[in-house]
Structure formats: structure tokens, C-alpha cells
């Protein structure tokens, strides 16, 4: 065994020299940056001369950087726009929706106007992506913990009082003949909308993933898999401490960044649940999952998603709540091994067995930040090799067209409560030594499970090349820009565009085989950030 991982690792080092040679040249060469695919002209844009980008301001704590940011969205709008023809364009960044709002007026009134229509001087284009409620996302908890989606990580609706506000501003915009594409919010009227993912989207996402890469559907009922679900929690009535991994220190911080949790944990459950019913999957760390989904009850959402939840209001409470959930794991299941000897009148199980890491198959992990604790936490604690070893013929490019939804969520068969996976009928006692066996022989190993995450924070990149972390994701920066530039494009050959929402830019997932392709070949990170 350990012949051969020296080998692997031996292996391994060799093609990151290769591919580092390979990628420092197309680095160099490509400078760095990245124009987002050429617009096709729908008639000059000589006609508008300016676009303004009034996007969310935002920092990052010193452990996360995330790939995505509005001022890297911004900056490669910037060039691709001047590149298909447009004069100016500028970007102001706000920290909060009534600074944004307060930018808007301010920058609509110092424009030079034409005759007594109220019409400004020059043509201009606006592009909005609303900043976070007052107060909300001060320090980007959300940037933090979703910092790839773009949308300031908040989902806290602004007050009637401020959206208000915001669309007086944008309606007075287009009386002054200012057209306005508003990116994520629709409720704006603004003339054209640019679609955003949702943290449900990503849990979607992240958990069909896992469903494919462990193989789910052809699970043997005799060895369910252990999977644990992690979602981001900050409490909304005690201030962090002065040491925050992320962030702001205000409730409306911690309620905006739990409410995009629960909406993350929504789209993991939705995905997840029919695997609890069947009894196909277990998290041993929150055995209620499995429990109200195989007796069929029904409790509300923030109760299911509060079971899994763990503490990012430092780094130091994060790493605390996941080994607090190994420790969890690890303790439940040693009681369902007692419970399982016993009833099967079975030979006690050996003492290091019972002190053997806890069987974990995978971990859904909101974010990158919490992936990366959790990546730390078992190397520390025994856990060896990668999820590059786990049923490796299944890759991420493999499923991308589920996820992209070519193929159905949640089509896959199942497997039915009390059979095995041929489907034949397994008698209880015999199902029970079989867990039994299972569990005992899946500890002896203690193999690295499929971690995942989302953001593409630079900090975790090197475990995902490595296999650690099989899979993280981002929102498509290409996709956003060339959405932008067309919606440019296309009012700059209708002054009154018909109002509209268009798809916008997918999540990408990313792991070691379309590492280069998606973040280097583009210069979003430069090769030493990824460790090669």
C-alpha cells in the first residue's frame, strides 16, 4: 500500500512539472487576462458611448479569496467592451443599497442633459447588480462563504423602503433615456435582466455530483453510504469574535448569510431525500435525516437544515464545528455498531475498531472555506488517500450533462427499502450483519471520502488538484460577461428595448481535470496558487 502511493505521489509530481512548463508559457504569452467571447455588432456602439457598472463592494478575509469578485467581473467587462466598440466604461463600487441608490442619483444628475425632454446629452448605458440590504453583508459574509455566485452572498430582501428607492432611481434612469440591465434582480424594471444561480442551485449541484461520483443508485442496502452535510451558521444574536474568519459583526450579516444556507440545504435535500428514504445513504453525524425520511415524516426545512449546520463566525469555531462533527460520526456510529452486534449476536467488534476513524463516504460541503476545514481535519485525524481512488471511471466531465440538465435530477432508480441492490428481499437479521461487516472493513481503511464545495477559493485549490477536495465550482465569469456585452450590444440598437430577462451565466464545477482549462488557461489564478 504504501509502495504504491509513493509511486502515485512520484507520478503526480511528475505531471504537475509538465503541466506547470505548459502552462507558465500560455500563461506568459496570454498575459494574464481574459476577454470574454467576441459579441457579434448589432449596429455601432459609437452611438452609446458610456457604460457605468454600479456593483457591491467587497472584501475578503485573508484565508479566502474566491476566484470570482465583482471587481475581476468588471475588469474583464471593462476590456471586453472597449474591445467591441464602447468608448468609456467606468465601474463604482457601494457597500450597501442606499449608498448605490444615492450613486445612481448622484451620477444621473451630474450628466449634461439636451433641451426641455429631460434626455441626457450622450447616450449611456447602466448596469446595476444591486448591493446587499443596509447593513447586511457589510464585510461580505456572504463574499466569504458564497463568494462565487456574484450576488453579494445575501439573500436578505432589501426593506419596501429601499427597493423603492432603488426602482424610483432606475425609473428616473429611463426617462432620461439611460437604459438599464440590472444583474440578478428582476424586480428593479429594469429593461434588461440578467439571470443569477441560486445557493439551491448550488446544492443541486454539489449533490448530484456526489450522487453520481458514489454511485448511489447501484448502492448495496447492505452498505449505505455515510455522508455528511455541512452548511454554514452564524448566530444573529451574538457578535463574533474580534478574530472572524469573514466578517461583518451585524445580525443582519448572520441572518443574510443563514438564509442563503437553508436555501443551499433546500437544494441538497431535494436531491438527497429519495437516498435517505430508500436507506441508500445515512449522515452519522445527524441521524434525523435519516430517520424523518425513512418514517416519513415531514418537519419543516430550517428544522432539517439546523441539524447540519456548522460555525463560521471564525476560523477557529469552524475548525471546532467540523471536528466536532467527525467526533459526532464517530460516536454514533460506534453505537450503531454496539446496537448491530447485539442484535445480530455477533462477535464484539475489535477494540481499534471501535477507535478507527468514522466511516465517511462523502461531504457535502456548502462553501470552499468549509471544505477546507474539513479537508484539515481528516488528514489530522487518519483518513488517507483521495477521491481521485473512489470509483475513478466516474469523472466530473462524466456528469456534466446531468448537472446541466440534459439528463433528469433524480430519474436514476433507487434502491427499495429492504432489498440489496440486485433488488432481491434481504431478511432483517441478515441486512444487520451485513452493515455490520461493512461498516467494520470500511474503518479498518479509513479512505478519503468525495469532499465538495463551491467558490473557487484559491485556499482550496491545491486540494482540489490533489484529489482532497474532488469538486468546487464557480459561477461562469465568460458566460456573465459575454451576457453583459450582448445586452449592451442590443440596446445600443434600441434606445427603449423591450423589457426582458435573459438565462445568464450557468455554475461551472471544476475539479483536477478542468482545473487548467476553467482557471488558468483564462488567468483567473496564476499556476503557483493552485501548487503547481
Not at 449533490?207 to 455522508?227: A, C, D, E, Y
Not at 415524516?297 to 464545528?321: F, H, I, K, M, R
Request: proline share 6%; aromatic share 4%; glycine share 6%.
Amino acid at each position: 500500500m504504501h509502495s504504491d502511493n509513493s509511486l502515485r505521489r512520484t507520478v503526480h509530481r511528475i505531471f504537475r512539472i509538465i503541466l506547470l512548463t505548459v502552462v507558465t508559457i500560455a500563461t506568459v504569452s496570454a498575459c494574464g487576462q481574459e476577454t470574454a467571447t467576441p459579441v457579434a455588432r448589432q449596429s455601432s456602439p459609437a452611438e452609446i458611448t458610456t457604460v457605468r457598472f454600479f456593483v457591491p463592494q467587497q472584501t475578503f478575509p485573508a484565508d479566502f479569496k474566491p476566484v470570482n469578485s465583482w471587481a475581476a467581473v468588471t475588469q474583464t467587462a471593462q476590456i471586453t467592451l472597449k474591445k467591441t466598440g464602447f468608448a468609456t466604461v467606468s465601474v463604482e463600487e457601494n457597500a450597501d443599497i442606499e449608498q448605490e441608490t444615492a450613486a445612481l442619483r448622484s451620477w444621473s444628475q451630474s450628466l449634461p442633459k439636451k433641451g426641455n425632454d429631460g434626455a441626457v446629452l450622450t447616450p449611456h448605458i447602466a448596469v446595476i447588480a444591486p448591493a446587499p440590504a443596509s447593513g447586511a453583508c457589510v464585510a461580505s459574509t456572504g463574499a466569504a462563504f458564497f463568494g462565487g455566485i456574484l450576488t453579494a452572498g445575501c439573500t436578505t430582501p432589501m426593506t419596501p423602503a429601499e427597493r423603492n428607492a432603488l426602482t424610483a432611481a432606475v425609473t428616473t434612469l429611463k426617462k432620461e433615456r439611460i437604459p438599464v440591465i440590472s444583474i440578478g434582480d428582476a424586480g428593479i424594471g429594469a429593461s434588461v435582466t440578467i439571470s443569477m444561480p441560486t445557493p439551491k442551485e448550488i446544492g443541486i449541484i454539489e449533490s448530484t455530483n456526489l450522487v453520481g461520483k458514489l454511485k448511489l443508485s447501484t448502492t448495496s442496502f447492505t452498505r449505505p453510504r455515510q455522508v455528511l452535510v455541512l452548511t454554514p451558521y452564524m448566530s444573529e444574536t451574538v457578535a463574533p469574535t474580534a478574530n472572524t474568519a469573514a466578517v461583518s459583526e451585524s445580525g443582519a450579516a448572520a441572518s443574510a448569510l443563514n438564509e442563503s444556507s437553508q436555501q443551499f440545504f433546500d437544494g441538497v435535500w431535494s436531491v438527497l431525500k429519495p437516498y435517505f428514504k430508500a436507506g441508500a445513504v445515512e449522515d452519522p453525524a445527524d441521524p434525523s435525516l435519516t430517520v424523518d425520511a425513512q418514517i416519513g415524516q415531514t418537519p419543516s426545512a430550517e428544522t432539517l437544515w439546523s441539524g447540519t449546520t456548522v460555525d463560521v463566525s471564525s476560523s477557529q469555531s469552524l475548525s471546532n464545528s467540523v471536528t466536532t462533527v467527525l467526533d459526532s460520526a464517530k460516536r454514533n456510529e460506534n453505537a450503531e455498531l454496539s446496537s448491530l452486534q447485539k442484535a445480530t449476536d455477533s462477535k464484539q467488534p475489535a477494540a481499534s475498531s471501535l477507535t478507527a476513524p468514522a466511516t465517511i463516504d462523502g461531504v457535502i460541503a456548502a462553501t470552499d472555506s468549509i471544505a477546507q476545514k474539513m479537508v484539515a481535519v481528516m488528514g489530522s485525524a487518519g483518513y488517507s488517500g483521495s477521491a481521485s481512488s473512489i470509483n475513478p471511471e466516474i469523472t466530473l466531465n462524466s456528469l456534466v450533462n446531468t448537472i446541466i440538465g440534459s439528463t433528469p435530477l433524480q430519474k436514476t432508480a433507487v434502491p427499495a427499502p429492504l432489498q440489496d441492490s440486485t433488488g432481491q428481499q434481504v431478511a432483517l437479521i441478515q441486512r444487520q450483519k451485513g452493515i455490520l461487516e461493512a461498516l467494520l472493513a470500511a474503518r479498518e481503511q479509513a479512505q478519503w471520502p468525495v469532499i465538495t464545495g463551491f467558490g473557487a477559493a484559491t485556499a482550496s485549490l491545491p486540494d482540489v488538484l490533489d484529489g482532497k477536495q474532488w469538486m468546487t465550482g464557480i459561477v461562469s465569469r465568460r458566460t456573465l460577461v459575454t451576457d453583459i456585452a450582448n445586452a449592451c450590444h442590443s440596446i445600443a440598437s434600441d434606445q427603449q428595448p423591450t423589457a426582458r430577462t435573459t438565462a445568464g451565466p450557468a455554475i461551472e464545477p471544476i475539479d483536477e481535470s478542468n482545473l487548467k482549462s476553467a482557471l488558468i488557461d483564462p488567468g483567473y489564478v496564476a499556476p503557483v496558487e493552485v501548487g503547481l
